[in-house]
C-alpha cells in the first residue's frame, strides 16, 4: 500500500522569506501523481500544486514550486517570499495514474508565518 | 464555491444516534470520495463511488454505509455513533479520466460533534 509521511508536524518562518515543506512517499508504481493541497484555519481543502512522475521538470506556481526526487521518493515545497494568507495545514498527497483513484495523505505540516 | 455542496456544514448528535451526510458531486463528476479527518489528522480515506457503485473501500467502520444515487449525490451514512467519530467529512469529486492530472475538488466539509 502507498504511504505518504511529512516529517516536520510545524514549520515557522518570516514573513518575505522562503520555507521548505518535506514529503516522502513509499510506492511501487512507476507513474503516479503527487499533490500539495492547503488548508486554512476555514478548513477548506485547496490545490497548491501537482506534479506529473513521469515528467522530470519540476511544477512551479506562482511563488509555489516543488523538488520532486523520483529515485529518492521525495516530494518537497517550497515557498518563497511568505505571507500572511500562506499561514495553513499543509497536506502532501498521491495518487495512482491509472483512472480515478483516491487521494492517500500524508499527517499534515502546521505553518506559521511570523510578521 | 467549489461546486461540491456537503450538507450539514455542522451537526451536533449524542452517542448512539445515526447522520445522514449529503454530498453533491461537481458537475460532470462521476466519482465521489468520502474522507474523515479527526482532529490535527491528516484525510483518511473511507469510501469511494464511482457512477453509481462502490469503487474503493479504505478503513469504514461496520457502523458507517454510503451510497451513490442516480443523480450522483451520494450519502454517508453513520450509525450507533461514538465520542470518537467526532471529526470534520469531506467529501470530494473527480471526473473519470484515464491518466487525468485532476486534482479533486472537495467540499468545504461537514463537521460532527458526538456527545
Known amino acids: 500500500a502507498q504511504t505518504v509521511t511529512q516529517s516536520q508536524p510545524e514549520m515557522s518562518v518570516q514573513e518575505a522569506e522562503t520555507v521548505t515543506l518535506s514529503c516522502t512517499y513509499d510506492?511501487?508504481?512507476?507513474?503516479?501523481?503527487l499533490f500539495w493541497y492547503k488548508q486554512p484555519p476555514s478548513r477548506q481543502m485547496i490545490l497548491v500544486i501537482r506534479q506529473e512522475a513521469y515528467k522530470q521538470q519540476n511544477a512551479t506556481e506562482n511563488r509555489f514550486s516543488v523538488n520532486f526526487q523520483k529515485a529518492a521518493k521525495s516530494f518537497s515545497l517550497k515557498i518563497s517570499d511568505s505571507q500572511l494568507g500562506d499561514a495553513a495545514m499543509y497536506f502532501c498527497a498521491y495518487r495512482r495514474s491509472e483512472g480515478a483513484q483516491k487521494l492517500v495523505f500524508g499527517q499534515g505540516t502546521r505553518l506559521t508565518i511570523n510578521p | 464555491d467549489s461546486g461540491v455542496t456537503q450538507t450539514p456544514k455542522h451537526l451536533i448528535t449524542a452517542t448512539g444516534q445515526r447522520v445522514t451526510l449529503r454530498c453533491s458531486p461537481r458537475?460532470?463528476?462521476?466519482?465521489v470520495y468520502w474522507y474523515q479527518q479527526s482532529l490535527d489528522q491528516g484525510l483518511q480515506f473511507l469510501i469511494q463511488y464511482y457512477n453509481g457503485e462502490e469503487r474503493a473501500k479504505g478503513n469504514i467502520l461496520e457502523r458507517f454505509s454510503a451510497q451513490q444515487f442516480p443523480d450522483l449525490h451520494s450519502e454517508l451514512n453513520l450509525s450507533s455513533l461514538e465520542l470518537g467519530d467526532s471529526a470534520l467529512y469531506f467529501c470530494?469529486?473527480?471526473?473519470?479520466?484515464?491518466?487525468?492530472?485532476?486534482?479533486?475538488?472537495f467540499g468545504s466539509g461537514t463537521r460532527l460533534t458526538v456527545v
Open positions: 510506492t511501487s508504481e512507476s507513474d503516479y501523481y
Open positions: 458537475s460532470g463528476d462521476l466519482s
Open positions: 470530494a469529486s473527480s471526473a473519470q479520466r484515464d491518466r487525468g492530472l485532476d486534482g479533486y475538488t
